[in-house]
């Protein structure tokens, strides 16, 4: 009986001493997934540069579409720096894994390098308090789309030549955030209208264009392309159209005007699917 108790006892130790390591090992900052985020931007500070040292003048966008350059000079770029990336974080997103996936609510961080287009995000949450990690990536032609689960174990890793071309029609929705992008010669622009334009972007072997929507006072509102697929739950991918969308436009502390409302959509022909549905917390650059 006493044997029976002691080996009761040992077994009950290592249980014990199992889930308090497995605690641990939730609550520590550190994690591979964050770890690598951390070290790929990190690269691309050092390698995707521009001359950020130069100031934007209204002459360097006088050969794009008149809306872009209302939107330029309303939000206040003019006289301020160039820059080499951008970093633009959001706190509780309302965040969906497709129409009968979970909701999450989590916190993103995004970088978006100018000289290349290159973009880097990094999703932090938790499910059943259990950690949950998103790095969706693009570098070099290449993108992907990865999910975390207690920090070592993959969900799902997306990638391919359709993830490659959708992750460069989100760099094009965002470059207006990031006007240096719009100076660059994979992009090009075509007016349609007084409030709408045509942006394409072309690299690494892929193209991805979109349509460009203004309000009356030159504010981005909406980007709409149909060159984005979406990840079914069988693992295919589908060409649906695809919407992003800005509002409630605030001056920052730097002076610059920007939407601190940000929604990513699914335009399905059945209804219109809200994935990502944030306020922006922060947007902030190289200089």
């Known amino acids: 009986m006493t044997r029976y108790r002691n080996k009761k006892m040992i077994l009950l130790t290592i249980v014990f001493t199992v889930l308090a390591l497995i605690v641990v090992w939730f609550i520590i900052p550190y994690s591979p997934t964050k770890s690598k985020f951390l070290s790929d931007v990190e690269n691309l500070k050092s390698t ?33 720096h160039q820059m080499s990336y951008m970093c633009m974080k959001y ?108 942006a394409t972007i072309s690299y690494g072997g892929q193209t991805a264009s979109g349509v460009f ?17 979406v990840s079914n739950s069988d693992g295919t991918m589908e060409y649906i159209p695809w919407t992003a969308e800005c509002s409630n436009y605030q001056i920052s502390d730097s002076g610059i005007k920007y939407p601190t409302n940000f929604s990513a959509i699914w335009n399905y022909t059945d209804g219109d699917f809200i994935y990502f549905d944030g306020v922006i917390s922060s947007v902030s650059y190289d200089k």
């Open 91 to 198: 706190n509780d997103v309302d965040f969906k894994q497709g129409r009968s996936g979970p909701s999450l609510t989590i916190d993103y961080t995004q970088y978006n390098f100018v000289s290349k287009p290159a973009r880097m995000a990094l999703i932090e949450s938790s499910m059943f308090g259990i950690p949950f990690e998103g790095y969706d990536y693009y570098s070099d032609g290449t993108g992907g789309m990865k999910g975390v689960i207690a920090k070592v174990i993959t969900l799902f890793n997306q990638t391919g030549t359709d993830m490659d071309k959708a992750c460069l029609a989100t760099f094009l929705a965002e470059c207006l955030f990031e006007p240096s992008v719009l100076l660059q010669d994979y992009i090009t622009f075509e007016e349609i209208d007084d409030y709408h334009v045509r």
């Open 213 to 229: 929507t203004f309000n009356d006072n030159y504010e981005y509102i909406s980007f709409t392309t149909n060159d984005r697929a």
């Open 48 to 80: 995707n540069k521009i001359d950020a040292d130069r100031l934007f003048e209204q002459s360097d966008f006088e050969m794009l579409p008149m809306p872009i350059q209302k939107y330029i000079e309303g939000c206040g770029y003019i006289g301020t």
